[in-house]
């Protein structure tokens, strides 16, 4: 298991592909980042396309939610904390108005980027005299620590405004649709550290489609490439776990404890998606005094013009599914950068448009005119 | 990360110079000593691993988050009010 990153490059290049085509899915932010900062498409046989999917729990917080933030930043006298990214994704307000949280800074609300539900707490037990509203957008590692600090007790004045996501039925979503888009997974380390590998077990059980857990180095990504290549063309299909030093069996006790305690699964919305069915965390009845969305009133208007859709002309939903690649977006590139983003996945690190552009690629394959070819 | 100090849940944990408080609460099942490397995401401890898996790209992300809050909070310092 000592191999290096090269090491398994040489292998998978040894596979017999034979012109037939692999499409590997990955469901991480973090993955999608090592992939193509490090260059590790072009370096792969032209038969293996590893395709970005729901790896990025900002691109699908749902657009009312982020309306209701900036509105409480605007019309309640709190402080509302969030993590960093959140802060540049745009809303589909009217020109003229407030667009994003940055932009309600701007206008005079209190809003303060954390990179930690430490510093929410902090923040509160600073100003005990302001509410404090820590909007919380994730997926399950980012989402148990906010459980923890929920079952270690929230200082009176923080509540939550929960947008906690769950990976594992996104994917689950796409298996059972007609054409998923892809023949094999690579499962995300980082939610399989909290919540267990045995999470994923589903896609091989009951979906036979090959998965192996990695980590974010590009030796552990190519050893999981490398298994599921293997499970694929030998027909044996089981769940590898290619992070075995820090993925153990079950997770983490105390991660899953936390989460068990402060929240339940529920039918959830995701952006220019829809509702994915027990994909979302809410805070359980316990903790209602500290439930943002009880404690203030919802300012999304219910005739607001767009409201949860992406915006015009957008395919971040689409990306997101890992039905299109950001490139194939028409506005990648030219209307939209990470200086003027357009959509979310232009402005969330764990965006596959702002990763690729990262990477280095600049331009849509798209004619402005006609779209994108579809992925599949 | 590397604890250099514990009190309680709370730690003081290090990486190539940058120092953090990090939560212990979610180690809870695991003893963790001084000098132990722990995996930290949004500042809680996640996982204990070895000095070796430490160097892995990991905290990358989470430094990134931190850096990311620090460029915004230059834009705007939050004590303008
Ligand atoms: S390039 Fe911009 S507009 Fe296109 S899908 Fe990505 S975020 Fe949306």
Same mark, same amino acid.
């Given at each position: 298991?000592?191999?290096?990153?090269?090491?398994?490059?040489?292998?998978?290049?040894?596979?017999?592909?034979?012109?037939?085509?692999? =499409?590997?899915?990955?469901?991480?932010?973090?993955?999608?980042?090592?992939?193509?900062?490090?260059?590790?498409?072009?370096?792969?046989?032209?038969?293996?396309?590893?395709?970005?999917?729901?790896?990025?729990?900002?691109?699908?917080?749902?657009?009312?939610?982020?309306?209701?933030?900036?509105?409480?930043?605007?019309?309640?006298?709190?402080?509302?904390?969030?993590?960093?990214?959140?802060?540049?994704?745009? +809303?589909?307000?009217?020109?003229?108005?407030?667009?994003?949280?940055?932009? !309600?800074?701007?206008?005079?609300?209190?809003?303060?980027?954390?990179?930690?539900?430490?510093?929410?707490?902090?923040? !509160?037990?600073?100003? $005990?005299?302001?509410?404090?509203?820590?909007?919380?957008?994730?997926?399950? #590692?980012?989402?148990? $620590?906010?459980?923890?600090?929920?079952?270690?007790?929230?200082?009176?004045?923080?509540?939550?405004?929960?947008?906690?996501?769950?990976?594992?039925?996104? +994917?689950?979503?796409?298996?059972?649709?007609?054409?998923?888009?892809?023949?094999?997974?690579?499962?995300?380390?980082?939610?399989?550290?909290?919540?267990?590998?045995?999470?994923?077990?589903?896609?091989?059980?009951?979906? !036979?489609?090959?998965?192996?857990?990695?980590?974010?180095?590009?030796?552990?990504?190519?050893?999981?490439?490398?298994?599921?290549?293997?499970?694929?063309?030998?027909?044996?299909?089981?769940?590898?776990?290619?992070?075995?030093?820090?993925?153990?069996?079950?997770?983490?006790?105390?991660?899953?404890?936390?989460?068990?305690?402060?929240?339940?699964?529920?039918?959830?919305?995701?952006?220019?998606?829809?509702?994915?069915?027990?994909?979302?965390?809410?805070?359980?009845?316990?903790?209602?005094?500290?439930?943002?969305?009880?404690?203030?009133?919802?300012?999304?208007?219910?005739? =607001?013009?767009?409201?949860?859709?992406? $915006?015009?002309?957008?395919?971040?939903?689409?990306?997101?599914?890992?039905?299109?690649?950001?490139?194939?977006?028409?506005?990648?590139?030219?209307?939209?950068?990470?200086?003027?983003?357009?959509?979310?996945?232009?402005?969330?690190?764990?965006?596959?448009?702002?990763?690729?552009?990262?990477?280095?690629?600049?331009?849509?394959?798209?004619?402005?005119? #006609?779209?994108?070819?579809?992925?599949? | 990360?590397?604890?250099?100090?514990?009190?309680?849940?709370?730690?003081?944990?290090?990486?190539?110079?940058?120092?953090?408080?990090?939560?212990?609460?979610?180690?809870?099942?695991?003893?963790?000593?001084?000098?132990?490397?722990?995996?930290?995401?949004?500042?809680?401890?996640?996982?204990?691993?070895?000095?070796?898996?430490?160097?892995?790209?990991?905290?990358?992300?989470?430094?990134?988050?931190?850096?990311?809050?620090?460029?915004?909070?230059?834009?705007?310092?939050?004590?303008?009010?």
């Amino acid at each position: 298991m000592n191999h290096s990153a090269q090491d398994w490059l040489g292998l998978i290049r040894q596979l017999p592909l034979a012109g037939r085509r692999v =499409r590997i899915m990955n469901v991480c932010g973090g993955h999608e980042r090592s992939i193509t900062l490090a260059g590790i498409r072009s370096a792969l046989p032209a038969e293996i396309e590893l395709i970005p999917g729901p790896g990025c729990p900002v691109c699908v917080c749902p657009e009312e939610d982020i309306y209701q933030a900036i509105q409480l930043a605007l019309r309640e006298p709190v402080i509302l904390v969030t993590y960093g990214d959140m802060l540049r994704v745009p +809303v589909n307000a009217p020109k003229g108005e407030v667009r994003s949280l940055e932009q !309600a800074r701007a206008a005079g609300g209190e809003v303060r980027p954390i990179a930690s539900p430490l510093e929410a707490a902090q923040i !509160a037990r600073d100003n $005990p005299a302001t509410p404090v509203v820590f909007f919380a957008a994730g997926f399950e #590692t980012t989402i148990a $620590p906010t459980a923890a600090l929920a079952v270690q007790g929230l200082p009176e004045n923080l509540s939550l405004l929960l947008s906690g996501r769950l990976t594992w039925p996104a +994917v689950a979503m796409l298996l059972n649709a007609e054409a998923p888009g892809f023949d094999a997974l690579v499962a995300p380390g980082h939610v399989a550290t909290v919540m267990g590998p045995e999470e994923w077990g589903f896609v091989v059980e009951e979906h !036979a489609i090959p998965a192996a857990v990695a980590g974010f180095s590009p030796g552990s990504l190519l050893a999981a490439t490398y298994s599921v290549l293997r499970q694929h063309l030998e027909g044996r299909r089981f769940l590898d776990n290619c992070y075995p030093e820090v993925v153990r069996p079950g997770g983490n006790p105390d991660a899953r404890a936390a989460l068990e305690q402060a929240m339940r699964v529920t039918d959830a919305n995701w952006r220019g998606i829809g509702i994915i069915p027990q994909s979302g965390f809410a805070l359980r009845e316990a903790y209602a005094a500290h439930d943002a969305r009880t404690l203030f009133p919802d300012h999304n208007a219910a005739d =607001r013009r767009r409201m949860g859709e992406m $915006p015009p002309g957008c395919d971040c939903a689409r990306v997101v599914l890992g039905k299109r690649y950001p490139n194939q977006c028409r506005l990648f590139g030219n209307r939209c950068t990470p200086r003027n983003p357009i959509g979310p996945c232009m402005v969330s690190d764990e965006g596959a448009c702002r990763i690729w552009w990262a990477g280095g690629m600049r331009e849509s394959v798209a004619s402005e005119r #006609t779209g994108a070819p579809a992925r599949e | 990360m590397q604890i250099q100090e514990i009190d309680g849940f709370m730690a003081k944990c290090e990486a190539k110079g940058v120092e953090r408080d990090v939560s212990l609460f979610m180690l809870q099942h695991e003893p963790v000593d001084l000098g132990d490397f722990v995996v930290v995401h949004v500042g809680y401890a996640i996982q204990k691993i070895t000095q070796a898996e430490a160097q892995s790209a990991w905290e990358i992300y989470d430094e990134m988050l931190a850096a990311e809050a620090e460029m915004e909070m230059e834009l705007a310092p939050p004590d303008h009010a």
